[in-house]
């Protein structure tokens, strides 16, 4: 089960900064192989990272290079030969349920939490098959590559219609959803507004690029005291009705309302959760 609310990138050449993005508090902190890392950093990057996860500290995810390239094979060998195996992967650039599973295949009964992002056209139309492969705990949507694709701007409006799109073929899967990183690291206020917007669409969780934009996020898409309170009274109601149809406090409480009240649970606390 995917139960963060926020998620760190840091990038897998640059060991120096592990410690400081753990410390935002992200729910999950991300070291990336893919797009931070050049080239030429590449077995470095890696073998960092594996020496980071082999310490055994909860709450660390990687993201390997995409499969479909020759470093994204290196890294999925890298671990499918090595003792090291993160809590979550994210696979980037997925276009296929196909590279999903060969990821899978190869890792076997090791393989952890798989999280793909969805980042072109192609991907999307494939998101809703994407989402229902193996192991796949949660979805990323990329927007920076997608709106590169689209040839537009890394903001709201653009990138709407694929963004309720992605929502829908995941609901379809029954996975969650994870929001592309907000870049304006000196909007705060846009953070905020963006975090609103993500969650009223039906993203649970959203990325930062920034350890100063974890406590936004966190609190956009935490469930709050309150909620928390409701839907504790709520199921434990329901479960002393024997899971029948009650009205309580003024609400209709069936399975499916119930099983929303479970997943603001399940999302209580969940930094280094995931």
Known sequence: MFAANSMIFVPGSRADRFAKAKAAGAGLTVIDLEDAVPAADKET????????IATGEPGWGLRINAVTTAAGIADLHALATGDVMPETLLLPMVESPVEVEIVARVLGTRCPALVPLVETPKGLRHAHLIAAAPNVAAMMFGGGDFSGELGVALAWEP???????????CAEAKVPTIDVPFIGLDDADGLVAECAKAKALGFTAKAAIHPSQVSAIEAAFAPSDRQVAEAEEAIAAYDAAGGKVIRFKGKMLEAPVIKNYRAVLERKGSKNNA
């Open 159 to 169: 990138l709407l219609a694929a963004r309720g799109a992605f929502i829908l073929a």
């Open 45 to 52: 990057a890696r073998a960092a990272a594996l020496e980071q």
